[in-house]
């Protein structure tokens, strides 16, 4: 079945760092890519949607310098937290659609 | 126009019964109901999904049933297991577009 690997599982930085989140369709191409975010006991919210080789829609309210979103294949997206701050800990989601929409495992961030 | 509605918040199910839990959606133009399942620290997974044209889909034991009319759909599983304990989200969507989604229900299935 598809397979999407999301890179790291988990990561901590210090305050004011940028920290990278990979994103990777293994077996498929994805035509769109999805970024959501959750918080404890949460339900998945939509940060933004891009398609490979242009930019990202982001859902109002998120900041999109602060969350840089890069599409650029079929089978990688990147999600980067740019001067992070305690307040963007959290756990981050991708999801893959091709045939069917397929979620990465996620990736809990905390800044310290 | 855009939201999906679940309930319950929470729900308590012996082992061996059945846990329902429910959604109920507004935009007309959605064709695409998934349910999944989601374990602390874990990515959502996909469980079981249906479309419109249909009014119940089963695999294994795992049942959706939807309610075209009344803008509603319900997922069913039978014969409960503690294996089963996690949080469960509807969503709903125009295929291919963003998946909006249920604000989720934590199932915990007592042995």
């Known amino acids: 079945g598809a397979v999407v690997s999301q890179h790291p599982s988990w990561v901590i930085c210090k305050s004011g760092t940028s920290v990278k989140i990979e994103c990777r369709s293994l077996?498929?191409?994805?035509?769109?890519m999805f970024w959501y975010r959750q918080f404890p006991k949460q339900s998945l919210m939509l940060m933004a949607t891009?398609?490979?080789?242009?930019?990202?829609?982001?859902e109002q309210g998120v900041e999109k310098d602060k969350f840089l979103i890069n599409h650029a294949s079929l089978t990688l997206s990147t999600l980067t937290v740019t001067s992070a701050h305690p307040e963007d800990s959290s756990f981050y989601i991708c999801?893959?659609?091709?045939?069917?929409?397929?979620f990465g495992s996620g990736t809990r961030l905390t800044v310290v | 126009q855009q939201q999906v509605k679940q309930s319950p918040q929470s729900l308590i199910v012996q082992k061996g019964g059945i846990s329902i839990i429910n959604c109920a959606y507004e935009?007309?133009?959605?064709?695409?109901f998934p349910w999944y399942q989601q374990f602390p620290g874990k990515g959502p997974a996909l469980l079981i999904a249906?479309?419109?044209?249909?009014s119940e889909k089963k695999e294994g034991r795992f049942t959706i049933s939807f309610n075209k009319s009344a803008k509603q759909f319900s997922l069913h599983i039978m014969d409960s297991q503690p294996g089963d304990s996690a949080t469960y989200f509807c969503?709903?969507?125009?295929?291919?577009?963003?998946?909006?989604f249920g604000a989720g229900t934590i199932l915990r299935v007592k042995s």
């Open positions: 077996d498929f191409q994805a035509t769109t």
């Open positions: 891009s398609n490979e080789g242009s930019k990202a829609t982001y």
């Open positions: 935009n007309t133009a959605f064709d695409y």
């Open positions: 969503a709903a969507t125009v295929y291919g577009n963003k998946l909006v």
């Open positions: 999801s893959a659609f091709s045939y069917g929409y397929t």
């Open positions: 249906i479309r419109p044209d249909v």
